[in-house]
């Protein structure tokens, strides 16, 4: 079968979740399929030597064009010209006409959610409010006609489900994100010195991954770890990755707290392959987002060997388990006393070490690879175009367990 992988952001130089995500399945799946042949379709960026080609893994670059135009009429036109049967959308969007059956991985509806939208509206950026509204038309007109659907945890199928009303064959189906082999418990002293020389980092600091995104919730982070050090009085500091440091002032000045300032760091972003070197050197990771549809951060943490503050909403409980502490994120006193708890209580602390870095194996990119790649097999089942409504029946027989619930097993 000849497979079109659509990539368009895998070469951009600051990669998110949807990037490692297309990267780390398509690596996985150059592992383990040498059968079937793949065009992995992508637009040319700084960072084109991150992915290399295989025997049967071709990457085709498509130049130029605004991100709705490549997707709806240059992405479909490369596929036709390349002779593929079935395209894998991978970043939640898709082609309205496609032209070939379509896979698509749907990571959040967040986009068409009125109550999360109305806790998020008025702090979003342009750039994301253009990208909601381009999700929020383009979703609805491809959902209903895959040949495969994808999301990223149970917590999110349940809302895609329920939202379109998809019931008995026709549900999504939910293939957990893995986490990188890169990431383990960095103890090399040369490679910790470098991250630390090269991020500014402090020597004892909380770590938080806040970028722009409103579902993020620095504002409560910032008011939380603000709270903290008006009881603690060690010399911890906040380190925020991938975080302007004009938006930290207007936050500052928002909550009354610009002398803040000096015990946050702001890094800027930091690679995923460094990471690990910066992650080792936490004395614990805070995710307290208002809204997840995986959070691969947590498990990218636990594999550190680092205690985790994250969310008892959305899909958190059900990626974090009973290896991190769970807050209410709306709960700006929550979150405190979860950093007092965790910074004081060094059993605690341990325990929470011990069980992320057990609860962490039961996730791998290698078994993403395989229950994705089975979803292409069960594509090869159909006869023809028509019987594509067939396929989640086909599917829902053909899905691994680990779908159901890995935290079980």
Not at 201 to 209: C, E, G, T
Not at 353 to 362: A, P, V
Request: net charge neutral.
């Amino acid at each position: 079968m000849r497979i079109a992988i659509e990539a368009q952001r895998l070469f951009r130089k600051h990669k998110h979740g949807m990037d490692i995500y297309a990267l780390e399945l398509i690596r996985n799946l150059q592992q383990i399929d040498k059968t079937n042949e793949y065009f992995i379709f992508v637009k040319p960026d700084e960072d084109d030597g991150v992915l290399e080609e295989t025997d049967n893994f071709r990457i085709i670059t498509i130049p130029g064009g605004f991100y709705p135009f490549w997707e709806q009429v240059l992405l479909p036109k490369a596929v036709k010209n390349y002779g593929c049967e079935l395209l894998h959308c991978t970043g939640n969007t898709a082609p309205v006409f496609a032209g070939v059956p379509l896979v698509v991985t749907v990571h959040d509806i967040i986009y068409l959610e009125k109550s999360t939208l109305e806790i998020l509206r008025g702090s979003a950026s342009a750039y994301q409010k253009f990208g909601n509204i381009y999700r929020k038309l383009i979703v609805p007109r491809i959902i209903r006609k895959c040949a495969g659907r994808i999301t990223v945890s149970k917590s999110e199928k349940e809302n895609i489900d329920r939202y379109f009303g998809f019931e008995g064959n026709n549900q999504t189906i939910p293939i957990y994100n893995g986490v990188g082999s890169h990431f383990r418990r960095i103890e090399d002293q040369d490679v910790l010195s470098a991250a630390k020389k090269e991020f500014g980092l402090p020597d004892d600091f909380f770590f938080f991954l806040g970028n722009t995104d409103p579902k993020k919730n620095t504002l409560g982070t910032i008011r939380a770890f603000s709270e903290f050090t008006k009881h603690e009085k060690s010399g911890i500091k906040l380190v925020i990755a991938d975080f302007a440091e004009e938006k930290l002032d207007k936050i500052l000045n928002e909550i009354g707290e610009p002398g803040l300032k000096e015990k946050i760091v702001l890094t800027g972003y930091i690679n995923n392959s460094r990471l690990p070197a910066v992650y080792s050197q936490c004395r614990l990771f805070l995710y307290p987002s208002l809204r997840e549809s995986f959070g691969l951060p947590v498990l990218e943490a636990m594999a550190c060997g680092v205690p985790v503050i994250t969310s008892n909403t959305s899909s958190l409980p059900e990626v974090a388990g009973d290896a991190a502490f769970l807050i209410n994120p709306f709960h700006i006193k929550e979150i405190t006393e979860a950093m007092h708890f965790l910074n004081k209580d060094l059993h605690s602390r341990d325990a929470n070490i011990g069980r992320g870095l057990m609860h962490k194996t039961k996730f791998s990119w290698d078994l993403t690879a395989r229950e994705v790649l089975g979803i292409y097999q069960a594509r090869a089942q159909l006869k023809s175009l028509d019987e594509i409504k067939l396929v989640p029946r086909i599917l829902k027989a053909s899905h691994l367990k680990r779908t159901e619930n890995p935290l079980t097993e």
